[in-house]
């Protein structure tokens, strides 16, 4: 062999050990950084969002500061909302990772309440309640078991759930263990890694398919639990009524998995594809089609007995 060839074969072994040395570096970085912002996002506090309303009372509601426990100990605080006319049938808000349930109050509750009870509440790690690791809906099932355990101790049903984001996945994976009749979920994840990876996407980070099940296998190690995936749920829904809303230009959660969710799950099932809405939008996109469509399939399963 040639000194040529040598020193060839050298800078070749150099260079392959320097980029093996930044792949495990970006790798480390994606898994510690990513999985720290799963799970410990930071708190946002419970306050209006652009002058709106600030509690249920704002808006002319009756309401109740309440609180209750998971089964593993966690305080999940919230309100709970009278129905504009007499009936028991009550509607548990979900929200979306990160936030809290104010979005909510101005998004979905002045059009449920004048039918149904609302409660709204803040997932474990989330506005009021108690800390804990956010899990993108495996923990939070337990949140959702709990306030479904609370309207049951109030004298309330039927109940349904009715989801937002990460709140959708979270009422997709908890409804097929609850004594709920129906799940509404507007823009849910079917796979926990899309919509890290859409996100990595989008900042910029390369490899952001393999980044994004990194993120999302050391977020489970970080929170000390092994994390479900709805897609692997949906089916135990039925026989409750379920209500998937795909928002069309959605770019953090992309709309075929809500496609995905329902080809997965069984009969009695819908899909609503909202056109031209982003990720959290599809209320405000589909207007007044979407109250109309989302009324009348809660109708459809809250008739009550």
């Given at each position: 062999m040639t000194a040529r060839r040598i020193r060839r074969r050298s800078i070749a072994t150099w260079i392959g050990r320097v980029l093996g040395m930044l792949a495990a570096v970006y790798v480390a970085f994606v898994s510690v950084e990513g999985s720290r912002r799963l799970v410990r996002p930071g708190r946002r506090a419970l306050e209006a969002i652009d002058d709106g309303p600030s509690t249920p009372a704002d808006l002319g509601l009756a309401y109740e500061a309440v609180a209750f426990e998971t089964e593993d100990g966690i305080t999940i605080a919230g309100w709970l909302i009278a129905a504009g006319r007499?009936?028991?049938?009550?509607?548990?808000?979900?929200?979306?990772?990160?936030?809290?349930?104010?979005?909510?109050?101005?998004?979905?509750?002045?059009?449920?309440?004048?039918?149904?009870?609302?409660?709204q509440f803040d997932f474990r790690g989330h506005g009021e309640s108690g800390d804990a690791p956010i899990t993108l809906g495996t923990a939070e099932r337990r949140d959702v078991a709990a306030a479904v355990r609370f309207m049951i101790s109030r004298g309330y049903g039927p109940i349904a759930l009715m989801g937002l984001s990460m709140g959708a996945s979270a009422g997709i994976m908890a409804a097929g263990d609850l004594p709920v009749a129906a799940v509404v979920a507007d823009a849910p994840f079917a796979e926990l890694h899309n919509p890290v990876e859409n996100r990595m996407r989008e900042l910029g980070y390369p490899l952001a398919g393999i980044g994004s099940r990194l993120v999302v296998a050391a977020a489970a190690l970080r929170a000390r639990i092994k994390l479900t995936q709805p897609v692997d749920r949906v089916a135990a829904i039925s026989p409750r009524g379920l209500l998937l809303i795909a928002p069309r230009e959605d770019r953090l959660t992309s709309w075929t998995q809500s496609r995905r969710l329902y080809d997965a799950a069984r009969e009695p099932k819908e899909l609503?594809?909202?056109?031209?809405?982003?990720?959290?939008?599809?209320?405000?996109?589909?207007g007044a089609a979407y109250?109309?469509?989302?009324?009348?399939?809660?109708d459809r399963f809250m008739a009550e007995r």
């Open positions: 007499d009936t028991r049938a009550a509607v548990v808000l979900l929200h979306g990772f990160s936030w809290n349930r104010m979005p909510d109050l101005t998004e979905f509750v002045p059009w449920l309440q004048p039918r149904y009870h609302v409660l609503y594809v909202v056109q031209g809405a982003e990720h959290g939008d599809a209320r405000r996109q589909g109250v109309g469509r989302v009324l009348a399939f809660l």
